[in-house]
Each structure stands twice: as C-alpha cells, then as structure tokens.
C-alpha cells in the first residue's frame, strides 16, 4: 500500500476518533432532553441508544416554569454588564498598552492576568471575601465585577492584538493631517479594530453566560439565580436526567450560536488596502 | 506656499547621530529631492519638519515662522507616506475629505476642494470605492489628492512612487511634476532613486550617513559633483574610479593612473600647477568614455587605452562593457548595439582628459569645488 493513502488512513481514523469523543456527549445531551422518563428509566434493562418516544415535555416543563424565565433574564443582564464593564475598561487599556512603550509594560499585563493564574477555585475564596465586605453580595454589582475580572485579561488582549494589527502610519497620517488623539481613536482606530473587539465582547458574554463558580460564591442560591445555578439547584433535588440535559441544551445553544458568529466576525483582511 | 529653512539640525537615534548638524534651504515653491542611500537619513529629516520626530538640535524654519515646538497637528504641512496609509475603512472620497473635516471646512468648502482634487488627479469615478479595491497607481495619486486638498505650505513626499512597477512610475513621474507645476507648492520629495531626483527636482540635496553631500541643480550635481560620494552615487551606470598621480610630462600637466596619462585642460592645468606629485582620486563616467575605431581622429585631449572585454551586459539601446585594463583596472564603458563586442577581445578606447574628475583621495572632496 503507498505511504500517502496508509497515512490518509491513520489521519482519518484519528479524525474520527476525535470527533467521535466531542460529539458522543453532545448526542447523549440532545438524547436525554428528547427521551420521556420511561426511556431513562428503565428499571434495570439497557438504556437504548437512539431516542424513543421523542418528546418535547421536559422543554414545555421548562418553558413553563416562571423562575427559568427570570434566572434568564438574570444571565442576559449580568452577562450584558459585563460585557459593557469589560470594553470601558480593557478597550482603551487594551490601546495603551499596544501603543504606547509604557515602563513596567511587562509587569502590569502580568497583573492584568494574575486572577487567571490561579483556578478558579483558589482565588474565588478571597475574591468572594472581599466582595462581601464590600457588601456586594448577592447583588448585580457584585456578580458583574467578578466576571468583569475574570473577562479583562482575555478583552485585554484580544483588543491589543486588535490595535497591533492597525499599521503605525494610518495615526501618523491622521497627526499631521491635523487630527487629535481623540478623533484618531474614533474615527481611525476604533472602527478598524471592530472585528477583533467585537470577538471580545461575544467571548466576554460567554464567558459571563456560563460561569458558574464565582456567581456560586457571590450569590450562593439566594435571590438572584443565573442559569447556571438554576441548573445546581434543580441538580440538588435529583430530578430527572432528562429535564437537567434540557436545562444543559437551553444553556448551550447561545454558546453554539455565538461561536460560529465569533468565527464569521474573525475575518482577517480588513486593513488590506491601507499600506501597500 | 513657503520657504523652508533647515539650519543645524542634528538627530539622535539613542547613541547613534543620524543626522549632524544639517543645512538646507529650501526656496518657496521649489521642487527638492532629498536623494541617499537607505539609512542615510533622508526620511528622518522629513519626518522631523513634519513634526513626527522631535529635533534634538538646530532649528527649523517655515515661512520664516519656527517650527520647532509647533505639534504636528498644527504644522501648515501635509505628508505622503511611503506606504501611502489610506483609511482602510473609508472610500476614496472619504480619504480626502477627511482632513477637511478634522480642520471644520464648510460643506460647500470641502466638496469644492474635493472635487478640484479629485478631477486635478484624475480619481473621477471611484469615489465611492475603497482603498483595497483601486490599483497601486490610483491609491498613490488618493494618497496625494488627500495631501493637495488641505492646501499645505509645504508638500512632503516620502518615497511615494517606490511600490509601482516601472511603467507606472514613469507616468507618475511626469503627473507630480505637472500637479508641481499647477498648484507650485514646495515640496521635499524623499527618494533613494536617482532617476526620479533627476527628472522631476529643482534642486537635489544628496545625503549620506547624515550629511548633506551636494546641494545643487541635477544638472550640476551630475557635471560638478563636489564629493566622491556625489560622484559615485549619481550616474548611471556609476562612475569609474581609480587612484592615480598629478604630474607633468614632457611640459604637460596631467595625471597619471594605472592605465594611461591623461592631459589635463587649461584650466584644470592651472588649478594643479602647484600639485605636482600629489595623489588623486580620479573618476570618470561611462559615458566620456567611447570606441577608439570609431573616432576619425585621435583629440588632443584623447587618451588611448586598450581593455580587454570581460562581460558584455545589454541595456536595450546600449550594451555596458566591463572591461580590464593595466594592472586589473576595471573600467565600465557603454557602445551602442551596433558594435559587435564579445568577452575575451581586446578594445582599445579614448577617454576624454577633459572630462576625468579629480578628487582628494583623503577628504573625499572634488579638487576643484571650494
């Protein structure tokens, strides 16, 4: 056998073991949602592989239930706070610290990511600590600023790869053409780093949408519920499987659907044109 | 339009002095190419009088008004960049207001402009294109457009026709120095090109390694160069260089080198009269160089001098000849196509004393410049 299809062979075993363990549990989820109780428990006989007696009840059961709708609506909120508290803040960070040869330019980005050095875990016990000193307690406030924390590093250098990638001549140009930082920033730099910002803030309400150990900490399962701990809650009292997949799937399509936009808004070329 | 008035102005890279104590003045409407080598500090200094790098030392003056501390936002000034840097984002029509809108033209005001630049450039019709979607050609005359339609004082270009292909930049040669004519704005061209600072510049200022080598008229700077750096940089194809000996003989002055004596012109014998037996760096261009056979006559001036042929290179019209002569001389001479010349002949040439250039091999200065 030539070498070349022995290793198209290996490659695509390769490829489809991979794939088979990404997707297998993915299908299992759907699986669970779609299946009635009786398919998941079947009192000691084997769980079929496909899905039978499909239905939509967990869905509708869900769809019914007041609190799911509020601890989305939580999830919306918090997560759009973040993204707004995360750009105000790391996009022009993100600026200076691509622009401008700041002295200890090294240590402050160090600092920047130093929340993120550390699990999750670890640092939320501190974190969580100083917060309620603060009050911040299971409030918006408290639960926006810790994502916020844990989105600066990733806005920060997303957006400083966004304004590197801007060539150093379209500001000169804008300088001596008589423009000031402020309408070079806007008119120039902002629009152009559009793209890679913009993948910031999808990454940035991800992040936020499905975080689960920091919102824990700082709301416990008190007033505010995210759908994160919804889906905890509703875990603590041993429910089904199939409603806990369909809480899983509610809270997976946004993550699917922004991915793929993450990848259309990741088009590279835009500055093409501009010198050369 | 203004005047521009360099005077002692130094850079300083860290350690490294990129620019010493540099001289220029340019009149008022005048076309100048500031031609050098890459690193010899041509782009620095435009950069400087733009407000882009700060001036260590020295001042600069335009319109007679000092510019030193003036920020580049407020400098009468517009720039080209080598890269031309369009707004990628923006259209064509877009670019060129856009400094119009920076400065708050009235409306009437920018689209009056606008449309004079856009017609004076030859950019009707794809106003409304973007930067990535125009060839090479059109982005350098947006990139030029934008700069003409804030109505500089002075117009600074910064290697502007380096990314086109040959044909294109022979055409845009001839179009800046049409709009030079038009709107008669100073402008301080910034090229390591010698073609183009010889056809489109009033006056070439030749730089090296942060000096200004010669500040003349191309024509001068081609027929008087004052440094051996002038001599060697400007021409093509470069000048021949060798070491030789002023001296008399039989009654004569001249110079002597490794391949013949040449006799020098009266004036030229004048000058040396009392150099007798010094060295010198003699140049001489391709060009003053030609075929002995095909001369009726031998000039009284004429030297003789019999190469052998090592590489015959064709120019088109013209093929350069790189021949050797006594004691591994190599001189460059240029016969036109007709002349059947192969490597390995041998073929004598006349060169011309009267046209040989004497330098001091020392300080590198041309002998008879002040």
Known sequence: MPIDSLKFIVWLSALLVALFLVLSPLYLLIKYALSDSSSINTGGSPIPLWPYHITTRTFLYLFSDRQFYSVIINSIVIALGTVSLSMILGVPAAYVLARYRLPGRKLIILGLISVRLFPDIASIIPIAEFFIRLNLQNTYTGVILAHTLLALPYVIFIGMSAFESIPNDLEQQATVMGANGFQIFFSILLPLAIPGLAAAALYTFLLSWDEFIFSYFLLGLGKISTLTLYLKQKLSYSPPQNLLATISVCLSVPVIVFSLLLQKYMTAGITSGSVK | ?370
């Open chain 2, 1 to 370: 339009m203004a005047d521009v008035v360099v005077k002692g102005i130094s850079k300083y890279f860290g350690d490294h002095q990129v620019i010493s104590t540099l001289d220029l003045e340019v009149k008022s409407g005048e076309f100048v190419t500031l031609l050098g080598p890459s690193g010899c500090g041509k782009t620095t200094l435009l950069r400087m009088i733009a407000g882009l790098e700060k001036i260590d030392k020295g001042d600069l003056y335009i319109g007679g008004r000092r510019y030193n501390d003036i920020p580049a936002q407020r400098r009468h000034v517009a720039m080209v960049f080598q890269s031309y840097a369009l707004f990628p984002h923006m259209s064509v029509y877009d670019n060129i207001r856009f400094g119009l809108k920076i400065r708050k033209a009235g409306k009437e005001e920018i689209k009056r402009k606008c449309a004079w630049a856009l017609s004076l450039l030859n950019l009707d019709g794809i106003e409304s294109r973007l930067p990535r979607e125009i060839s090479g050609g059109q982005r350098q005359r947006v990139a030029l457009a934008r700069a003409l339609v804030l109505d500089p004082e002075v117009l600074l270009l910064d290697e502007p026709l380096s990314n086109l292909d040959t044909t294109l930049r022979d055409k845009a040669m001839e179009e800046l120095k049409r709009i030079h004519r038009q709107v008669g704005k100073t402008i301080l061209y910034v090229s390591h090109n010698q073609v183009e600072a010889m056809t489109m510049s009033d006056r070439i200022a030749l730089l090296n390694a942060g000096r200004l080598e010669q500040y003349d008229t191309p024509r001068t700077v081609y027929d008087e160069p004052r440094t051996l750096f002038s001599a060697s940089f400007i021409g093509s194809p470069a000048m021949n260089i060798f070491e030789g000996q002023i001296e008399h003989e039989d009654d004569v002055m001249g110079v002597s080198t490794p391949i013949g004596f040449f006799v020098f012109d009266k004036e030229a014998a004048l000058r040396t009269q009392a150099m007798a037996g010094s060295a010198v760096t003699v140049g001489i261009r391709p060009q003053n160089i030609a075929r002995a056979d095909h001369y009726a006559a031998r000039r009284y001036s004429d030297t003789m001098v019999t190469l052998n042929v090592e590489l015959v290179q064709s120019l088109g019209d013209r093929s350069l000849v790189v021949g050797r002569g006594e004691n591994d001389t190599v001189i460059r001479f240029l016969v036109t196509r007709e002349d059947d010349i192969g490597p390995g002949q041998r073929l004598p040439v006349f060169i011309d004393g009267r046209k040989i250039h004497l330098f001091d091999p020392l300080r590198r200065t041309n002998l008879f410049s002040k």
